[in-house]
């Protein structure tokens, strides 16, 4: 069983920068592929970044490519999402999401889900 709870959201403006963290509990973070998501009021919960269990990869959006940058430190059982230059359009909600698997793009494949921390960006 693993918990994860995130942090760092807020209101910024575009332009701006944020930084979620996610801590997880367990002895077994480092075993887990780890993925952000996010959903905006209606619409479906969208693959932001994804990071594999070693750092050996990292995968992002089209959206958010160049613009925010995953990380993670397995000594600290934290996995990171920087966000530059925001734009209205990542207003959301961002969810911290951890896979015993291959982890991905696919929210389906995800076995953990934190609660979500609001991120809202203003023009």
Do not use: H
């Not at 403006?13 to 952000?36: E, I, K, N, P």
């Not at 940058?69 to 920087?82: G, M, P």
């Amino acid at each position: 069983q693993v918990q994860l709870v995130e942090s760092g959201g807020g209101l910024v403006q575009a332009g701006g920068s944020l930084r979620l963290s996610c801590v997880a509990s367990g002895r077994t973070f480092s075993s887990y592929d780890m993925g952000w998501f996010r959903q905006a009021p209606g619409k479906e919960r969208e693959f932001v970044a994804a990071i594999g269990w070693s750092a050996g990869y990292t995968d992002y959006s089209d959206s958010v490519k160049g613009r925010f940058f995953i990380s993670r430190d397995n000594s600290k059982n934290t996995v990171t999402l920087q966000m530059n230059s925001l734009k209205p359009e990542d207003t959301a909600v961002y969810y911290c999401a951890a896979d015993r698997g291959d982890g991905g793009r696919n929210s389906r494949e995800y076995d953990y889900w934190g609660q979500g921390t609001q991120v809202t960006v203003s023009a």
